[in-house]
């Protein structure tokens, strides 16, 4: 079992940064495929970004690649989401989410199936 808690989210900017952490529990962490989705009012969840478990692979969605990036601390049990130039567009309930499967095609780890446990979010609100 893995608890997931989301931070760092908050009200910015367009133009602005924020760094989301995700902090998991659990001696198994590094084991874990880690994926970031986000939901915006009235739409359905989206996925955002992935990463394997060393951190030498990740998959980011074509609306965020250039401005965002995933990065893992397995020491610190801890995922981050770098958001950069965010748009009100952005704006969403991001969450983090631990996979068990192994890191596969860019198709699979953007599936929302394909992950096993979640966090309970993070509000991010953008303003023009």
């Known amino acids: 079992q893995v608890q997931l808690v989301e931070s760092g989210g908050g009200l910015v900017q367009a133009g602005d940064s924020l760094r989301l952490s995700c902090a998991a529990s659990g001696r198994t962490f590094s084991s874990y495929v880690m994926g970031w989705f986000r939901q915006a009012p009235g739409k359905e969840r989206e996925f955002v970004a992935a990463i394997n478990w060393n951190g030498a692979d990740t998959y980011l969605a074509d609306s965020v690649k250039g401005r965002f990036t995933i990065s893992r601390d397995n020491a610190k049990n801890t995922v981050y989401l770098q958001m950069n130039s965010l748009k009100p567009g952005d704006t969403a309930v991001y969450y983090c989410?631990?996979?068990?499967?192994?890191?596969?095609?860019?198709?699979?780890?953007?599936?929302?199936?394909?992950?096993?446990?979640w966090g309970q979010g993070t509000q991010v609100t953008v303003s023009s």
């Open positions: 989410a631990a996979s068990r499967s192994a890191w596969s095609t860019p198709l699979m780890v953007s599936s929302q199936n394909k992950y096993d446990y």
